[in-house]
């Protein structure tokens, strides 16, 4: 069987309609070494926002910080939403205020859920995760296991004990490879994806090295078989243009602002008083794409694909930039 389409391709911020609203952690478990999952709830017991698997919410933090953790839960339970979180020690202190300030009963504001990562139709699907990038993946495998797809998972980690959501891929049995590290060694992904099948789609997440080394592999495939959601950014290319300023015009709101080269689309819409939709800052969350009504985009993101990229009709207005002299968004 064929599995069916659960979400609709992400849809451009000046389109979207985003509301915060503040939930308590109803429950929270250490799912393996380092990670902890929190299942979030309506503090009045409403229900929750309805979501397909590849989403992910925004945690607004007290201290500031916008975090994007992917739903990992029941798409099928309206009450609760489940995220797991790894503690980063080297990180920028979201994750550590999740592990050290989020208890049960604590309240917390997010924003979403929003999906740049679903699961598309295909006869097949190969899924490829790598640590805490199972989150993810977890609800894309039992919702192609639901359809009757056919199905494999590869899933590395460090360690056993670092690999969280051990016992719920356990029923899957041989469909689920489970190859820790320090047991097997680097995943083999050149055996686990093989030669290009047609109806076949590889779904990715997990650290860059995994990432590169999946897009190194299907890149013998058809254009588009490869999904991938990233952690953080891509490095720009060592042959990027440098930065130069340029015109926006925001229609929406009536703004022509000059962009200069120190400063992003975002930063000045924001100094103009634009309400804008952000979180990462980075170009990997999608929250600040905008459609493109004239002009040629600069993008310098880490989520568009290839496709996306060339028909320049949105941008990730936190880190792209512009061709030309002008640009014309529908913000």
């Given amino acids: 069987m064929t599995s069916q389409p659960l979400q609709a391709p992400r849809v451009p911020q000046s389109v979207q309609r985003e509301d915060e609203a503040t939930l308590v952690v109803g429950s929270r478990v250490d799912a ?3 990670v902890v999952s929190l299942v979030l709830r309506h503090p009045e017991g409403d229900p929750l926002p309805v979501w397909a698997p590849g989403a992910h919410i925004d945690l607004l933090l007290d ?11 029941d798409p099928a339970d309206r009450g609760a939403w489940q995220i797991a979180v ?3 020690p080297e990180g920028r202190g979201g994750s550590s205020y999740v ?7 604590s309240a917390v504001r997010v924003r979403g859920p929003r999906n740049n990562f679903p699961l598309r139709p295909a006869e097949r699907h190969l899924f490829v995760a790598g640590g805490v990038g199972i989150t993810v993946i977890l609800a894309m495998v039992e919702a192609a296991e639901a359809a009757g797809a056919d199905w494999r998972l590869l899933y590395g980690g460090r360690t ?18 489970i190859r820790p590290q320090d047991e097997y060694g680097l995943l083999d992904l050149a055996a686990f994806v093989g030669s290009p099948r047609a109806g076949t789609l590889v779904h990715a997440c997990g650290p860059e090295p995994l990432l590169r080394a999946a897009q190194e592999q299907c890149a013998s495939w058809p254009s588009g078989t490869l999904g991938i959601e990233r952690f953080a950014p891509v490095a720009p290319s060592a042959g990027a243009a440098p930065a130069e ?8 709101s009536g703004h022509t602002l000059t962009v200069p080269p120190d400063r992003s689309v975002l930063d000045v ?20 794409e905008t ?6 985009p600069d993008h310098r993101d880490s989520l568009l694909d290839e496709d996306e990229r060339a028909a320049g009709e949105t941008m990730l207005i936190c880190v792209s930039r512009s061709c030309g002299p002008r640009l014309v968004l529908d913000l």
Avoid: I, K
């Fill in 245 to 252: 300023a340029f015109e926006v015009v925001l229609t929406r």
């Fill in 86 to 88: 790894l503690r980063a």
């Fill in 99 to 105: 592990h050290d300030r989020l208890r049960e009963g």
């Fill in 269 to 288: 819409a924001e100094e103009a008083g634009v309400p804008v939709l952000f979180s990462c800052r980075e170009g990997t969350c999608g929250t600040c």
């Fill in 291 to 296: 459609d493109v009504l004239e002009g040629t």
């Fill in 32 to 34: 393996a070494d380092g």
């Fill in 160 to 177: 056993r004990g670092s690999m969280a959501f051990l016992d719920r891929l356990a029923p899957y049995g041989d469909r689920v490879m």
């Fill in 63 to 73: 201290n500031g910080l916008v975090r994007q953790y992917s739903l990992c839960g």
